[in-house]
Nanobody, 130 residues
Framework: EVQLVESGGGLVQAGGSLRLSCAASGFTFDDYAIGWFRQAPGKEREGVSCISSLDGSTYYADSVKGRFTISRDNAKNTVYLQMNSLKPEDTAVYYC???????????????????????WGQGTQVTVSS
């Protein structure tokens, strides 16, 4: 019954913006950190961002820092990823995932570990054209 559903992907030009949504159901949303991952063809899955359920603190991969913003609305059981200044290298399938931790993300370093995330959405395609 745990379900995460991404939406908001699409085709945009380089420099454009897109907002992804991750709607959650079937679990206690407030008890989980929610992360975004992406996977491009031929590349390993990359942790993009994560937001804490404890204090709203956030983590960003260096590749997206300053361009992407993660947020959560606990009342709506939804996490968002606002993506600005998109680059062709941002092209990937984007997945949201749930991590059963209430820890702060303030001091998280070294990237996100997909193995920590027990529930995954189906993915939404983001394509950035040159």
């Amino acid at each position: 019954e745990v379900q995460l559903v991404e939406s908001g992907g699409g085709l945009v030009q380089a420099g454009g913006s897109l907002r992804l949504s991750c709607a959650a159901s079937g679990f206690t949303f407030d008890d989980y950190a929610i992360g975004w991952f992406r996977q491009a063809p031929g590349k390993e899955r990359e942790g993009v961002s994560c937001i804490s359920s404890l204090d709203g603190s956030t983590y960003y991969a260096d590749s997206v820092k300053g361009r992407f913003t993660i947020s959560r609305d606990n009342a709506k059981n939804t996490v968002y990823l606002q993506m600005n200044s998109l680059k062709p290298e941002d092209t990937a399938v984007y997945y949201c995932a749930a991590w059963g931790t209430i820890a702060t993300m303030t001091y998280l370093s070294g990237g996100l570990n997909p193995a920590d995330f027990g529930s995954w959405g189906q993915g939404t395609q983001v394509t950035v054209s040159s």
